[in-house]
Nanobody
């Protein structure tokens, strides 16, 4: 089993910055083999993709967030980060981290964290 834990959320003024962290662990967990993804969910809305980083370190961002958010990973610490700059009120949401691994048969298994709240005031 894999446990995923997010941290770093809080209250920030518009234009400010936050850095979220996500630590993944497990009995047989090998962080370097996992794809790590950040998503977010605002009240009353669907959970939306934010950014992902592959096991090779390549990154993908939601188009609307490119240039403001940066995802990175530190394999030595089993941690993925989301640096959020120039925050806007519409960024207010619960931010979730997901670890994804490819199974031997070719499918994928996801492990979700419980989320961390980010609130941006105007």
């Amino acid at each position: 089993q894999v446990e995923v834990v997010e941290s770093g959320g809080g209250l920030v003024q518009a234009g400010g910055s936050l850095r979220l962290s996500c630590v993944a662990s497990g009995s047989s967990f090998r962080f370097s083999t996992y794809i790590m993804t950040w998503s977010r969910q605002a009240p009353g809305k669907e959970r939306d993709f934010v950014a992902t980083i592959s096991s090779y370190g390549s990154t993908t961002y939601a188009d609307s967030l490119k240039g403001r958010f940066t995802i990175s990973r530190d394999s030595a610490k089993n941690t993925v980060y989301l640096q959020m700059n120039n925050l806007k009120p519409e960024d207010t949401a619960v931010y979730y981290c997901k670890a994804t691994v490819q199974r031997d048969g070719g499918g994928y298994t996801d492990y979700w964290g419980q989320g961390t709240q980010v609130t941006v005031s105007s």
